[in-house]
């Protein structure tokens, strides 16, 4: 039986890491061209490592301490785990697309 | 405003129309067609407009704008990208000279050469060995864009 929570939130991890790659070229890029493009990819980088930082700091917080909300997030686990997966995809596919 | 909505009611007839006339073709030829759909057509022009002047109502093709400004912002080297264009615009060159010119490795210059052929940027004059490499017609036709892009890395 595969623990779909932890699964999701290594694919968080994951993704924090391949979202620090492509800010790190987004940023180097900003610093030579100032625009609304090069920003706005910036900032839509950034909300995106947001979010996937809300995931683990939910499950290293909030999932740890509570058994009843632990009991119930494991229940919808798998659903969390094919959203991140999709995610970590599609930022690979990015990242390919960035650094090439 | 107005004159856009015109517009769009003018080409939603138009599609209808068409559409109308190839169902009535397709009962006689017994042929299925379809009207021919693009997403083009539905994108408004001046949504992917950044300089917010000319509201994309006129100038260069503002999908182009989108296009180019994604590999020279989005990608790492792609201001090397853009300064290859640049050098190019004002007359043709082979990769050894580019390479010379913008004193960068000839194998870094190969790699961005191919990268912007593939996006149909730049083509080969012929297929020779150490050939000139010259812009395309669509990145002709929006040199503007890539002007505008140059100053704002000139600024910095």
Known sequence: ?100 | MQNYLNNITKKFEKAFFISSTKCEQSVFTATITLPVFSFSGIIPRGLFSFSGTDNGQSGPDPRFKMILWSIIAGTRGGINRAKILNLLKNSPMNANKIATVMNLDYKTILHHVKILSKNELITKAEKDYGAEYQLTQIMKENQTILEEIMQKIGTK
Request: no cysteine; hydrophobic share 65%.
């Open chain 1, 1 to 100: 039986m595969i623990d779909f929570m932890l699964a999701a939130v290594v694919s968080a991890f994951l993704n924090i890491v391949l979202l620090l790659v492509v800010i790190t070229t987004y940023v180097q890029n900003m610093r030579v061209i100032r625009s609304y493009y090069t920003s706005g990819l910036v900032l839509v980088a950034a909300l995106l490592m947001l979010q996937n930082i809300v995931i683990v700091l939910f499950w290293s917080t909030l999932y740890m301490d509570d058994k009843a909300l632990m009991m119930s997030a494991d229940m919808v686990a798998h659903y969390l785990f094919i959203i991140n997966v999709i995610q970590t995809i599609g930022l690979s596919i990015l990242v390919w697309i960035t650094r090439r």
